[in-house]
C-alpha cells in the first residue's frame, strides 16, 4: 500500500469517477486505475462498485477511506513539520556555554541567534567542561562549548584561543611587573575555579612544571567574583584575556604571563563524534564561523 494508491482512491472518490480523478491528478485515467486496482489488490478486498461511469464506496471502501484521508493528513502534517525544521520555523537547541566569558563572548551571539531564530527553543546548560562533555555523550546537550577535547569520542568546531592574564591587587609586590612568569607567584595564594572547570587541571600542571604547588585561597566560576577578591587581597587569579581585559577595576591590575605561553583557553563547541545535528545546532555553528570570519577581516 503506497501514498499515491491512497490519494488516487481518494480521488476517485471525490470527483465521482476515475476520468475527472485523472485530471485533477494530472496522470492518466490507466494509471488510476491501475493503482486503485492494486490498492483493492493489496487489501484483499473490493473498495469501489463501478457502475459505468459511476463508482460507488463499499463497505470496505468507506472505511479505507476514512482512514486514506487520515494517513494523508499526517503525512502532510510530517512533512510541514520537518519543512520548518528545515527552515528553522520551529525546533530547539539543547546548549552549553562555559561559565566564564558568558557575559563578554557568549551573551551577544546568544542574541543575536534569538533575533534570526525566534521560534527556536533554547535549552541552556552553564558549567566546566566537567559537566558539559557528560551531558553530550549522554545526549541531554546535542552542543557545547569546552575546552578542546581529545577524546575521539567528540567532534568540535573551535571557537577561540586565548592566552590567560593575571589579575593581581594593585598593592601587591609584582603589580609594577608588565610581564611576569608563573614561577613567580609561587608564595602568592590562588583563587581558582569551580572543579567542573577543565582549565583548573591545567594550571594546576603548569604549576607543577614551574616547580611549585599553589595554595589556594578559594574557588569560583564567576570571573567576577575572582576579581573581587584580587581586588580584596585574597589572591591572584589567571583568567583568559578576553575576560581579564574586562575586569579590570580600582585595585586590580592585568599582566601578561609570558611563561608558559602554551596555557591557554581553547574553547570549541563539541558534539558526539558521528552524531546528526539539527538544523538549529546547525545554525549556531554557522554563526559562530560567521562571527570568527567578521572579527579577522577586523
Same mark, same amino acid.
Given at each position: ?6 490519494? /488516487? ?26 493503482? %486503485?486496482?492494486? =490498492?483493492?489488490?493489496?487489501?484483499? @478486498? ?16 468507506? %472505511? ?12 502532510? +502534517? ?16 539543547? =546548549? +552549553? =556555554? ?64 586565548? &592566552? =590567560?592574564?593575571?589579575?593581581?591587587? @594593585? ?17 602568592? &595564594? ?26 589556594? /585561597?578559594?574557588? /569560583? ?18 583568567? &583568559?584575556? %578576553? ?12 599582566? @601578561? ?42
Amino acid at each position: 500500500m503506497e501514498f499515491k494508491q491512497l490519494r /488516487s482512491f481518494i480521488e476517485v472518490v471525490r470527483q465521482g469517477g476515475f476520468t475527472q480523478a485523472a485530471k485533477t491528478l494530472h496522470i492518466s485515467q490507466s494509471a488510476v486505475s491501475k493503482q %486503485v486496482a492494486q =490498492l483493492e489488490h493489496d487489501l484483499a @478486498t473490493p473498495l469501489l462498485d463501478r457502475q459505468g461511469s459511476r463508482v460507488l464506496l463499499t463497505a470496505a471502501g468507506a %472505511v479505507v477511506l476514512q482512514r486514506a484521508e487520515e494517513m494523508l493528513r499526517l503525512r502532510d +502534517g510530517l512533512l510541514s513539520e520537518l519543512d520548518d525544521l528545515s527552515h528553522l520555523a520551529r525546533g530547539e537547541l539543547r =546548549l +552549553g =556555554l562555559p561559565q566564564l566569558g558568558g557575559e563578554t563572548l557568549f551573551a551577544s551571539l546568544f542574541a543575536e541567534y534569538r533575533r534570526r531564530y525566534p521560534n527556536i527553543s533554547i535549552h541552556l546548560l552553564e558549567g566546566g567542561s566537567l559537566n558539559i562533555e557528560p551531558a553530550v555523550l549522554s545526549g541531554e546537550l546535542e552542543l557545547g562549548g569546552s575546552l578542546k577535547p581529545s577524546d575521539p569520542a567528540f567532534d568540535y568546531q573551535p571557537f577561540c584561543d586565548e &592566552p =590567560l592574564d593575571v589579575l593581581l591587587a @594593585t598593592d601587591h609586590p609584582l603589580a609594577e611587573e608588565g610581564s611576569i612568569r608563573l614561577e613567580q607567584l609561587a608564595d602568592t &595564594p590562588f583563587l581558582l575555579y569551580q572543579r567542573s572547570f577543565v582549565l583548573n587541571h591545567r594550571l594546576m600542571e603548569a604549576c607543577r612544571q614551574a616547580g611549585f604547588t599553589p595554595r589556594e /585561597s578559594g574557588r /569560583s566560576g564567576q570571573a567576577d567574583f575572582l576579581a573581587a577578591l584580587v581586588a580584596a587581597g585574597q589572591g591572584v587569579a589567571l583568567l &583568559p584575556s %578576553v575576560v581579564a581585559r574586562s575586569l579590570v577595576r580600582p585595585g586590580v591590575v592585568r599582566l @601578561t604571563l609570558s611563561s608558559p605561553t602554551d596555557l591557554r583557553w581553547d574553547i570549541a563547541f563539541i558534539w558526539r563524534r558521528g552524531a546528526y545535528l539539527s538544523k538549529a545546532a546547525q545554525a549556531w555553528l554557522a554563526l559562530l564561523r560567521e562571527r570568527a570570519n567578521v572579527s579577522a577581516t577586523r
